[in-house]
């Protein structure tokens, strides 16, 4: 197995989420709103967050299978969808 650790952007990853598989082994969604709100402001912080791990598609060249970090995607996506706001007191900060 070829392991790589590679640097993307968050919006390039969002912009090609539609590239990123849940496996059904996964769990489901559990993070709160308040969990996915204190992620996104982390980012617009500029602070570090742990790696995501995917696993390239066996049958898809470019597709990726989420191994860790289908919270912090979801959220992410959540977010940049329009689908989760930030809290008052982060809106002021980062507005």
């Keep these: ?7 993307r ?21 559990v993070w709160s ?4 709100r204190k ?7 500029g602070w570090h967050l742990p790696k995501f791990y995917f696993l ?3 049958t898809e060249e470019g597709y990726f299978e989420v191994v860790d970090g289908q919270q912090r995607l979801s959220a992410i996506w959540a977010f940049m969808d ?3 706001t930030l809290d008052t007191k982060s809106a002021k900060k980062h507005g």
Aim: proline share 2%; glycine share 2%.
């Design 1 to 7: 197995m070829d392991m790589q650790s590679k640097s």
């Design 9 to 29: 952007a968050i919006d390039k990853v969002y912009k090609r989420r539609d590239r990123y598989e849940i496996p059904e082994w996964q769990r489901e969604e």
């Design 33 to 36: 709103e308040d969990s996915q």
């Design 39 to 45: 992620l996104i402001d982390t980012i617009l912080r």
């Design 56 to 58: 390239a598609s066996d």
């Design 82 to 84: 329009g689908d989760l």
